[in-house]
């Protein structure tokens, strides 16, 4: 069974989809009650806001079909892959699964200081123009404990077209933006690279585990404190 809906609209309940159903949701529309995908196709299109709610996918698919989405205090439960588009993320975003970047796939982290929270892993494949970005001017931005950004890009040590984390020359961001790991950023991918942009006055911050393996590249604007907490092999 396929639903497929276009218009101006609010979701007031909690969508559940099982296994052979596809809904697809364009136009402007939003939810505080999230959705649960059993087996389903879930794709969601359009202008449109998911406010202190869930995202869970047990089995089937997810996929984001449209620019602009803002998720608001939200907890993905659920592995995404985002293609050439931006997602905007208000009041903290927790990511339990894996969310994977491809050229053009930019998170708009904004509204004030801001945290990447979760137990998931942010994935840079391959590809140019992706970025985590701190879009608020004086913003903070801090990847959570339990949180992994790897991988990388082969636009090494550019902040354009690269693999960014803050600040991108491509994607834009804020002024004076700080970026805080206290997960794990590992540049572990043979011939690619991440590049760290605390752009400004701000500053990036190791409290976590940053890594440079297998070949990989880092490149950090901005570095703060002990760099020797920065580790190299391979």
């Known amino acids: 069974s396929t639903l497929w809906l276009h218009g101006t609209y609010t979701l007031g309940s909690r969508i559940t989809l099982p296994a052979g159903q596809s809904i697809t949701y364009n136009g402007t529309w939003s939810t505080t009650t999230g959705f649960q995908v059993n087996g389903g196709s879930l794709n969601l299109g359009g202008t449109w806001r998911a406010t202190n709610t869930s995202i869970d996918v047990t089995a089937g698919s997810l996929s984001f079909t449209s620019n ?3 998720l608001d205090g939200v ?4 592995n995404l892959s985002l293609g050439d588009q931006w997602v905007n993320v208000v009041n903290g975003l927790t990511l339990n699964g894996t ?3 491809n050229g053009g796939s930019r998170v708009y982290f904004g509204g004030g200081s801001q945290t990447l929270a979760g137990t998931g892993t942010v994935l840079f494949n ?3 123009h992706q970025g985590l970005i701190a879009a608020t001017d004086g913003m903070t931005l801090t990847i959570g404990s339990g949180i992994t950004v790897r991988g990388g890009n082969s636009s090494v040590g550019n902040a354009s077209s690269g693999s960014v984390i803050g600040y ?3 994607a834009g961001g804020g002024n004076n933006i700080s970026i805080v790991n206290q997960g794990t950023i590992l540049a572990n991918a043979a011939g690619r690279g991440i590049f760290i942009y605390a752009r400004g006055s701000g500053t990036f911050t190791n409290a976590g585990s940053t890594r440079v393996e297998n070949g990989g590249s880092l490149y950090v604007i901005g570095a703060s404190g002990d760099m020797a907490t920065i580790a190299i092999s391979g």
């Open 68 to 70: 602009g989405a803002t």
């Open 75 to 78: 907890t993905l439960n659920a």
């Open 168 to 170: 991108s020359d491509w």
């Open 126 to 128: 391959n590809s140019n």
């Open 99 to 101: 969310l994977s970047f």
